[in-house]
Nanobody
Framework: VQLQASGGGLVQAGGSLRLSCVGS????????MGWFRQAPGKEREFVAS????????YYADSVKGRFTISRDNAKNTVYLQMNSLKPGDTAVYYC?????????????????WGQGTQVTVSS
């Protein structure tokens, strides 16, 4: 499984971005998917997770109400809509996948990782 994340960029505080993560090499329709982020000098942290059919989602408290994870299994793609962005959201964002179907919040429960996309939020 290969994952390709895109959609990052530079945005002002209060703005929005939508990240995409396209999978290849295998259909991901039965896989759980997640987004994580890592800011400079900090450990990687969980952002959001979605179950295989999109029926279950879970968010870190820091992004709840501002970010939305979704997926389109026909396109083998997962999205992260980020609204009301804050400077504290600045990080490299990574998508991840695992063959287990239900949500997970720890990185060790994801076997496949994308290369990351930079999100920078200016104040």
């Amino acid at each position: 499984v290969q994952l390709q994340a895109s959609g990052g960029g530079l945005v002002q505080a209060g703005g929005s971005l939508r990240l995409s993560c396209v999978g290849s090499g295998r259909t991901l329709s039965s896989y759980r998917m997640g987004w994580f982020r890592q800011a400079p000098g900090k450990e990687r942290e969980f952002v959001a997770s979605i179950s295989w059919n999109g029926g279950l989602t879970y968010y870190a408290d820091s992004v709840k109400g501002r970010f939305t994870i979704s997926r389109d299994n026909a396109k083998n793609t997962v999205y992260l809509q980020m609204n009301s962005l804050k400077p504290g959201d600045t990080a490299v964002y990574y998508c991840a996948a695992d063959s287990a179907p239900f949500i997970a919040t720890t990185g060790s429960r994801y076997a496949y990782w994308g290369q990351g996309t930079q999100v920078t939020v200016s104040s």
